[in-house]
């Protein structure tokens, strides 16, 4: 019922009988109000009402991302929690824990999808984001705009790394083979949960982790989205790198190039395709 409505309700009720059906009307109304009160507290305020006439003023900004992913920077950024359902931020003395809201968001996601598939494992480990205002940050050429995030992989045994740790504590790549403790199925639950978020482009691993979920989930119809996105990286075998692609209203965000279609599992060499990278 739209407030008008609901409100003309209130008035009849009120001048028609007072009492019995009335005040079942006047009941009814007040049920509506309240709902469409809560229904607009819900919604996002699309610009605020206006002061002594005039125009109305918009609303409040949302996060910006500027330029590209290695020369940019990143306006009224989000701030990631330190901890959250089904993930953790680790790396915290560094103070990269900003990003766009749609990062920010995403990553909140795949946390809380993450710990339904294992709710009495290790959280997701999220590194490095971007520093406040974007730009460049130590050890990274990219997470200057807000798009990129760190996530560390998975070790059997579920356990997590201290969170205020500098650097990941696990590398799970020795000549060119991967490591017993490399938690395949975690990580492929991480691709997966990643896969699901709309704006996520890209997730930079090492070639030998897509080689194992090729040849683990290539068949599967249901894995393309998530191969897709596994994007064979150098330099990534403790981590994934994961990337939004520019957000819609985001006009002043300079997007990479989309992934091309299909898996990326066919083609050259045993790992399928050429190294990608995040710079």
Excluded at 105 to 118: H, S, T, V
Aim: net charge negative.
């Amino acid at each position: 019922m739209a407030l008008p409505i609901a409100l003309a309700v209130l008035a009849c009720a009120a001048a028609l009988d007072p009492s019995g059906t009335a005040r079942a009307q006047e009941g009814y109304a007040f049920q509506q109000l309240q709902a469409l009160a809560q229904d607009s507290a819900r919604r996002p305020r699309a610009e605020a009402p206006p002061v002594g006439g005039g125009r109305a003023l918009p609303a409040a900004p949302g996060s910006e991302a500027v330029g590209s992913y290695v020369s940019g920077r990143l306006n009224r950024a989000a701030r990631l929690p330190p901890a959250g359902d089904g993930f953790v931020k680790i790396e915290r003395r560094r103070g990269r824990a900003w990003g766009t809201d749609e990062l920010a968001a995403a990553l909140q996601a795949i946390g809380a999808r993450y710990r339904k598939a294992f709710p009495d494992g290790a959280r997701v480990q999220i590194g490095d984001l971007s520093g406040k205002n974007g730009g460049t940050i130590t050890l990274h050429k990219s997470h200057t705009n807000g798009l990129d995030a760190d996530i560390a992989l998975a070790a059997a045994g579920e356990r997590e790394q201290d969170p205020e740790r500098e650097g990941f504590d696990r590398d799970f790549v020795e000549n060119g083979r991967l490591s017993g403790d490399f938690d395949a199925a975690a990580n492929w639950e991480l691709a997966r949960a990643a896969a699901a978020q709309p704006l996520v482009e890209r997730l930079f691993v090492a070639p030998e982790v897509k080689a194992l979920f090729c040849r683990l989930h290539g068949a599967e119809p249901e894995s393309r989205d998530a191969l897709r996105i596994l994007r064979p990286a150098a330099h990534h075998s403790d981590h994934y790198h994961l990337r939004l692609r520019c957000p819609a209203g985001d006009r002043r965000c300079v997007p990479q190039a989309p992934v091309a279609e299909g898996t990326g599992c066919d083609g050259i060499g045993a790992l399928g395709e050429e190294l990608d990278s995040p710079d």
